[in-house]
């Protein structure tokens, strides 16, 4: 008799859901579990070469509207969903399944409540999302990146527990580098990034604002930032007419490691985002996407900001010239900024992947016959 080492993961969508599962999927292997993964059709579009035996992939699909027509279609394609979850949990009997949030999770999560085994959600954020809201009251278990989170209490909040946010090895191993050394007339390293939508906002914003800034400190600052594919020309040509040292692409696959090599964050407030923000230590101004579902990047930041770990500014509030005069003021004030990446990183949780993987072992339960099957991806 041994336990079932099969672990179904539910994840798609955004980063936000994929990385956090990226990383519980990297902690069970180490277990000596092994790792599926469950999401929709557009499949891991971030190319994270996610470590799963399989990927399977079900029909998904988020409600864009509250009309008839978008009701039904959107409950027909879950229902599809749900009927190919079910088939695919028959074959891997998974001693647990784990959903990251978004309607991705819905099939797998439904499958495996109809076929009795064991479910969790993982919430990445400071309020609990609408997927995640329908899904709660039919898991056995609900791991949260937050100490308290919105909309998460009642019956629910008995079943909860505070793991922390997931992050990849990656962002580990860049947490180890101590916070860069920042002299009064020394350089200033700016990491900016947020998201296709944040990098075409940040594209439109931030050049016009670091070209206000005095030139003793233009002189100092070397900027790394992300842009989409038909912005990195225009904003590479702005810096450069403002005579600020600047890195513009639209990817960086060592994000963590320029993370821990700047002295100020521009970006979203995406789960991810924050979690990798904190476990590192680097102090940020953050600007929240509006009108994000539920206002789930404002509460993020707005935790952050409550911690000294950084600054939450609104989209709407953040002229060129309030945030040209806030850059100028913490490049001015080291001790803010050392300050502030020491309260990030005390909110960090580098071991909530430990934390969220032991509870996926409690789920599991005690010895069983093992009916993990054979590879396969469908």
Same mark, same amino acid.
């Given at each position: 008799?041994?336990? %079932? @080492?099969?672990?179904?993961?539910?994840?798609?969508?955004?980063?936000?859901?994929?990385?956090?599962?990226?990383?519980?999927?990297?902690?069970?292997?180490?277990?000596?579990?092994?790792?599926?993964?469950?999401?929709?059709?557009?499949?891991?579009?971030?190319?994270?070469?996610?470590?799963?035996?399989?990927?399977?992939? !079900?029909?998904?699909?988020?409600?864009?509207?509250?009309?008839?027509?978008?009701?039904?279609?959107?409950?027909?394609?879950? =229902?599809?969903?749900?009927?190919?979850?079910?088939?695919?949990? #028959?074959?891997? #009997?998974?001693? +647990?399944? *784990?959903?990251?949030?978004?309607?991705?999770?819905?099939? $797998?999560?439904?499958?495996?409540?109809?076929?009795?085994?064991?479910?969790?959600?993982?919430?990445?954020?400071?309020?609990?999302?609408?997927? %995640?809201?329908?899904?709660?009251?039919? +898991?056995?278990?609900?791991?949260?990146?937050?100490?308290?989170?919105?909309?998460?209490?009642?019956?629910?909040?008995?079943?909860?527990?505070?793991?922390? %946010?997931? *992050?990849?090895?990656? !962002?580990?191993?860049?947490?180890?580098?101590?916070?860069?050394?920042?002299? $009064?007339? /020394?350089?200033? %390293?700016?990491?900016?990034?947020?998201?296709?939508?944040?990098?075409?906002?940040?594209?439109?914003?931030?050049?016009?604002?670091? &070209?206000?800034?005095?030139?003793?400190?233009?002189?100092?600052?070397? +900027?790394?930032?992300?842009?989409?594919?038909?912005?990195?020309? @225009?904003?590479?040509?702005?810096?450069?007419?403002?005579?600020?040292?600047?890195?513009?692409?639209?990817?960086?696959?060592?994000?963590?490691?320029?993370?821990?090599?700047?002295?100020?964050?521009?970006?979203?407030?995406?789960?991810?985002?924050?979690?990798?923000?904190? +476990?590192? /230590?680097?102090?940020?101004?953050? !600007?929240?996407?509006?009108? &994000?579902?539920?206002?789930?990047?404002?509460?993020?930041?707005?935790?952050?900001?409550?911690?000294?770990?950084?600054?939450?500014?609104?989209?709407?509030?953040? &002229?060129?010239?309030?945030?040209?005069?806030?850059?100028?003021?913490?490049?001015?004030?080291? =001790?803010?900024?050392?300050?502030?990446?020491?309260?990030? #990183?005390?909110? /960090?949780? $580098?071991?909530? !992947?430990?934390?969220? =993987?032991?509870?996926?072992?409690?789920?599991?339960?005690?010895?069983?016959?093992?009916?993990?099957?054979? &590879?396969?991806?469908?």
């Amino acid at each position: 008799m041994t336990r %079932n @080492r099969t672990v179904m993961l539910a994840a798609g969508g955004t980063g936000g859901h994929l990385f956090p599962a990226f990383a519980l999927a990297e902690e069970l292997g180490r277990r000596g579990f092994t790792v599926d993964l469950m999401t929709d059709m557009r499949g891991d579009r971030y190319g994270t070469g996610f470590p799963a035996r399989a990927v399977h992939q !079900v029909p998904s699909a988020t409600l864009a509207s509250k009309s008839p027509v978008a009701v039904a279609r959107t409950g027909m394609t879950l =229902a599809r969903g749900i009927l190919a979850a079910r088939k695919i949990m #028959k074959e891997v #009997k998974p001693a +647990v399944v *784990v959903g990251f949030g978004g309607y991705p999770s819905f099939p $797998p999560l439904l499958a495996a409540r109809h076929l009795a085994i064991p479910t969790m959600l993982h919430e990445q954020n400071a309020v609990l999302g609408r997927a %995640n809201k329908m899904l709660a009251r039919r +898991v056995d278990a609900i791991a949260t990146s937050f100490e308290t989170t919105k909309f998460l209490d009642g019956p629910l909040l008995a079943k909860s527990r505070f793991t922390g %946010n997931p *992050v990849r090895g990656i !962002v580990v191993q860049a947490a180890s580098a101590p916070y860069p050394l920042l002299a $009064p007339d /020394g350089p200033f %390293n700016l990491l900016v990034f947020g998201g296709s939508q944040g990098a075409r906002y940040f594209s439109d914003a931030i050049p016009p604002a670091l &070209s206000l800034l005095p030139a003793s400190l233009k002189a100092r600052l070397t +900027v790394v930032q992300q842009a989409r594919e038909e912005d990195v020309i @225009r904003v590479r040509e702005a810096y450069a007419a403002s005579g600020i040292s600047a890195e513009i692409a639209t990817f960086f696959k060592d994000l963590p490691a320029r993370m821990a090599a700047s002295h100020l964050v521009i970006g979203r407030a995406g789960a991810s985002s924050v979690a990798e923000l904190t +476990v590192i /230590g680097r102090p940020s101004i953050l !600007v929240p996407l509006p009108h &994000s579902l539920d206002n789930d990047q404002l509460q993020n930041a707005t935790r952050l900001a409550e911690s000294g770990g950084g600054w939450c500014i609104e989209q709407r509030t953040l &002229s060129p010239e309030r945030l040209s005069a806030e850059i100028a003021r913490l490049m001015e004030g080291g =001790a803010e900024l050392r300050e502030a990446a020491d309260c990030a #990183k005390k909110l /960090g949780r $580098p071991d909530a !992947v430990a934390r969220l =993987a032991t509870l996926v072992e409690e789920l599991a339960g005690p010895a069983k016959n093992d009916m993990a099957a054979p &590879s396969r991806v469908s």
